[in-house]
């Protein structure tokens, strides 16, 4: 009888217990499922400091063992001249070499644009510096000139509470140089918006070599009627080294940092095989030693490869273009921004997987005031290992001349910021399979792919 009883009991536990499994199974669900943020609020920064003291303080590579000092003060009267030196408060050096601009766009004028290089700079060194002989003490650290190397990159930023989020969460890993694949300050013509811009990444744009190259947002292009020139706030405020490396135009460039060539591309500006653009990549790549710099990045603001419903097909005319430059060049990764979420494809050449191709990543996840690209193309493409529509940033840590660590940071709330994707990666110059035949044919013509390493699994 007694049993009887507990065999009904039992019974009646069933669908409490089975109920119990359920709930738990969507309470986890619940708990590991990621809630799509909002775009953030615009953070407007305010200009506090005197009319000569020095605002949107900004540094960039600028040729070997040389970094650009660029600055605005509101009084036109001050010399465009840099002290600076290894010890706080004491400058042995200085440089007096530097120019400065100022633009009209309608009716807004821009104050006095400073940028001045200085060096030669010791590497992976702290330099204390005054710009203008007035105002604030600024600091930088040079890039090693050995590796490892990190690079943190973050794409679309803006300038809301999603980038302050982004940003703090890139100052607290130590980097080194920051890479910037487009659509910075989302000024889209207000131009006010370019100066509370540059005051607001002031803070970590004036201690790291920020690189940038351009988006649609730096356009701000008028009909001729206007005589607005395209590029005219971005090409003043924000010049990188493209005297330094061949380019006769601001928007497309490269650059060696500690064993690493980066090339920076225009997605807006000509780019077809008779192009400025084309022919200068043309040289630059060739010109490449893979003995001094084993590994070769280039950013582009429009990415080539893309399975977002936004932007869709965008960088396809370029990617046509310019991919089999990069390809025969052995190009490590493509960055990319446009799309405001994160991708990682596999290494990949004219839509196929290759392990001899770049890999390919979107990173236009900064934190802009449009928001997030939440839908991606369905099914999956297997070309396509990873993606998410949220606001984050990534690094790369180059390890060695062979290897280099890749991760993608969710930006989770204001405090935390997760490691949400990451990848090891080998270089393509280091192997041997890729180094025989790019085109993984022999003399034959015979496809020989079956004999190449594959160097994104280790
Ligand atoms: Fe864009």
């Known amino acids: 009888m007694k049993s009887l009883y507990c065999s009904h009991e039992l019974l009646q536990l069933i669908p409490i217990i089975f109920f119990s499994i359920l709930l738990l199974h969507f309470q986890q669900v619940a708990a590991v499922e990621y809630v799509r943020p909002p775009p953030g609020k615009i953070i407007s920064t305010s200009h506090n400091r005197p009319d000569s003291h020095p605002q949107q303080v900004h540094i960039s590579i600028a040729g070997n063992d040389h970094m650009r000092i660029s600055w605005i003060t ?59 002989g007035v105002g604030d003490e600024f600091s930088f650290r040079t890039p090693p000139s050995k590796f490892p190397i990190e690079f943190a990159l973050a794409g679309d930023l803006g300038q809301t509470e999603w980038t302050a989020s982004t940003l703090a969460h890139v100052n607290k890993t130590d980097y080194d140089v920051l890479l910037l694949p487009g659509d910075l300050s989302y000024a889209d013509s207000q131009q006010p918006l370019w100066d509370t811009f540059g005051r607001f990444v002031e803070k970590y744009a004036s201690k ?86 084993p590994w070769v ?11 977002n419903i936004a932007h869709q097909g965008e960088g396809e005319k370029m990617r046509i273009a310019m991919e089999d430059l990069l390809y025969k060049a052995k190009v490590d990764i493509v960055f990319a921004g446009h799309v405001h979420a994160y991708e990682r494809f596999a290494r990949v050449y004219d839509n196929q997987a290759n392990p001899c191709g770049p890999m390919h990543l979107t990173v236009g996840d900064g934190g802009n005031r449009e928001g997030l690209a939440l839908m991606f193309k369905k099914p999956t493409s297997p070309l396509s290992l990873f993606r998410e529509a949220s606001f984050g940033h990534g690094r790369l840590r180059i390890v060695n001349q062979t290897h280099a660590h890749w991760t993608w940071h969710r930006n989770n709330d204001d405090h935390n910021s997760s490691v949400s994707d990451e990848v090891w990666l080998a270089n393509i110059s280091a192997n041997e399979g890729c180094n025989k035949k790019l085109a993984f044919q022999d003399d034959d013509g015979e496809d020989m792919s079956n004999n190449v390493i594959m160097n994104d699994e280790l």
């Open 74 to 132: 509101n009084d036109k009267s001050v010399p465009s001249v840099v002290e600076y030196g290894k010890v706080s408060g004491k400058y042995n050096a200085s440089s007096s070499t530097g120019e400065h601009t100022t633009y009209r766009y309608f009716f807004y004028n821009s104050g006095k644009i400073h940028h001045v290089k200085i060096g030669p700079l010791d590497s992976n060194t702290v330099y204390y510096y005054r710009c203008g």
């Open 208 to 293: 790291r070599p920020w690189m940038v190259t351009q988006g649609n947002h730096e356009v701000e292009a008028f009909l001729p009627l206007f005589k607005i020139e395209s590029f005219k706030a971005y090409n003043t405020r924000w010049i990188m080294p493209y005297q330094e490396s061949g380019s006769h135009s601001n928007l497309y460039y490269s650059f060696d940092v500690s064993g690493v060539h980066i090339v920076m591309l225009g997605s807006y500006t000509e780019f077809g095989i008779s192009s400025p653009q084309y022919e200068w990549l043309q040289n630059d790549l060739v010109k490449i030693n893979r003995k001094k710099t």
């Open 297 to 307: 990045i280039t950013i582009v603001h429009v990415p080539w490869y893309n399975t």
